[in-house]
C-alpha cells in the first residue's frame, strides 16, 4: 500500500513562506501524475499545482506566480514552496498521486494544516 506522508505547515504571517514537503513509501517515478490539493471546512477539494511524469507543471490561477511545485526523485518527495501567502490560503494541503496503468490508483496524504494570520 502506498504511503503518502505531508510535512511543512504551520502559522505563518501574512506574505511569509513555508515549503511542503510529501514523502512517498515507493520510487515517485512510478507515478504518473503528482499534485498538492487544498480543502477547507465545508469546501471542495481544490487543486493548486500538478506536475507529470514529464516534467510539465500545471497551477490554479489562484496561486500561479506565488506557489512553485519540484520533485526530488532521489528522496522520493513532492514539495510545494508557497511565497507571499495570504490568509485565504488558511486550509489543509493533501498531497496525491496517481498512476494510470495498468489501472488508475489515485493516493492521498493525511494532510498537514496551513494557517496564515494577517
Known amino acids: 500500500q502506498v504511503q503518502l506522508v505531508e510535512s511543512g505547515g504551520g502559522v505563518v504571517q501574512s506574505g511569509g513562506s513555508l515549503r511542503l514537503s510529501c514523502e512517498a513509501s515507493?520510487?515517485?517515478?512510478?507515478?504518473?501524475?503528482m499534485g498538492w490539493y487544498r480543502q477547507g471546512p465545508g469546501e471542495e477539494r481544490e487543486s493548486l499545482a500538478m506536475i507529470i511524469t514529464d516534467g510539465t507543471r500545471i497551477y490554479a490561477d489562484s496561486v500561479k506566480g506565488r506557489f512553485t511545485i519540484s520533485r526530488d526523485s532521489a528522496k522520493n518527495t513532492l514539495y510545494l514552496q508557497m511565497n507571499n501567502l495570504k490568509p485565504e490560503d488558511t486550509d489543509v494541503y493533501y498531497c496525491?498521486?496517481?498512476?494510470?496503468?495498468?489501472?488508475?490508483?489515485?493516493?492521498w496524504g493525511r494532510g498537514t494544516r496551513v494557517t496564515v494570520s494577517s
Open positions: 515507493r520510487s515517485i517515478a512510478s507515478f504518473n501524475i
Open positions: 496525491h498521486a496517481k498512476t494510470l496503468l495498468p489501472s488508475t490508483e489515485n493516493y
